[in-house]
């Protein structure tokens, strides 16, 4: 009998088999936040759904294909302003602007990564920051008189399914809840794919896996783009939430706290990703006095992270590839 298994064959412990059942449980324990919480958590708990689900796309960038992305808000932006554009000035009802969205994040995606993949490093994330820069400066400045300026856009309604407005807090925190659930299944099915392993290879040592015929620049585009699709996806989703889009919503400041969310709650770590966004959206609300200082709590956290343990909070198993 050999003794030598290969890791990605081997039966689950029963602690991961504990884990897997957890997730669904909780995901299906949340679905009665609007039935036991008040109004404002709802509106929580949607907005966690939707960070998480931005989160998860940048997870794909940085956890998986490792490379830095500072200008992830960019693709979430281009989502929300979509919906916003196409239903206030064309009339589109709203769910047809969801995979309009999506497409033409994930199109600018892969053009702006097509160019800069090849760079490493700090490099790339400086790049990454001029597109955020230039994204938030053209909203601002009215492009083609559709972005609003400044103030923005404002009477974002919620879609109509099989003849249901979603037009409440709680119908909207139900339709954020099961398009999350969707992208945990996604990224569950990326993980186990041979795309999602490429990723994994392209990551932890390139030059092997191009000496083994993987196509990086390909790869990595691939990774952009579909990052950003999902990252659309939830754009569309937060024009519902807020019923408004501004620039003041995609900065760089925002791109930081997505890059850091994957940073401290762990690379490639679904877990890790959703703790790292309960952690900057939803722990700050139990302690309401305080959360005008999360982002310096959220700072600390991640330098105390970054020493004690690097690797995040919650990071991904190790042996599979």
């Known amino acids: 009998m050999d003794k030598h298994i290969n890791p990605s064959t081997r039966a689950p412990s029963g602690t991961a088999r504990v884990l897997r059942l957890a997730g669904p449980a909780l995901w299906a324990l949340g679905l009665l936040i609007p039935q036991l919480l008040s109004p404002a958590w709802i509106t929580i708990g949607g907005i966690f759904a939707i960070y998480s689900i931005v989160a998860l796309s940048q997870d794909i960038v940085l956890g998986r294909a490792g490379m830095y992305d500072m200008g992830h808000a960019v693709f979430f932006g281009i989502g929300a302003y979509t919906c916003a554009i196409l239903s206030l000035f064309y009339n589109w009802p709203v769910l047809w602007t969801i995979p309009v969205a999506i497409l033409l994040a994930a199109a600018l995606g892969a053009i702006l990564s097509a160019p800069i993949v090849k760079?490493?490093?700090?490099?790339?994330?400086?790049?990454?920051?001029?597109?955020?820069?230039?994204?938030?400066?053209?909203?601002?400045?009215?492009?083609?008189?559709?972005?609003?300026?400044?103030?923005?856009?404002?009477?974002?309604?919620?879609?109509?399914?099989?003849?249901?407005?979603?037009?409440?807090?709680?119908?909207?925190?139900?339709?954020?809840?099961?398009?999350?659930?969707?992208?945990?299944?996604?990224?569950?099915?990326?993980?186990?794919?041979?795309?999602g392993r490429t990723f994994r290879y392209l990551k932890h040592d390139e030059l092997a896996a191009t000496t083994l015929g993987v196509n990086a620049r390909n790869y990595k585009v691939a990774a952009f783009a579909l990052s950003a699709g999902l990252a659309g996806l939830a754009g569309t989703l937060f024009a519902m939430q807020l019923s408004a889009v501004s620039p003041g919503s995609f900065r760089f400041t925002d791109s930081v706290v997505l890059f850091a969310i994957v940073l401290v709650g762990g690379q490639a770590s679904v877990p890790g990703v959703l703790l790292g966004t309960a952690m900057m959206f939803v722990v700050p609300q139990i302690f309401t006095e305080f959360a005008q200082y999360r982002y310096l709590a959220f700072g600390v956290a991640m330098i105390l992270v970054?020493?004690?343990r690097p690797q995040g909070i919650w990071p991904a198993r190790k042996g599979v590839i």
């Open 119 to 195: 760079l490493r490093g700090d490099y790339l994330l400086v790049v990454t920051i001029g597109f955020n820069a230039i994204f938030v400066l053209a909203m601002q400045n009215n492009l083609f008189g559709l972005t609003g300026g400044a103030d923005g856009l404002f009477g974002v309604s919620g879609p109509t399914l099989f003849g249901h407005m979603f037009g409440t807090q709680s119908d909207l925190f139900y339709l954020d809840w099961i398009v999350l659930a969707i992208v945990l299944w996604l990224m569950r099915n990326l993980d186990r794919s041979s795309l």
């Open 306 to 308: 970054m020493i004690l």
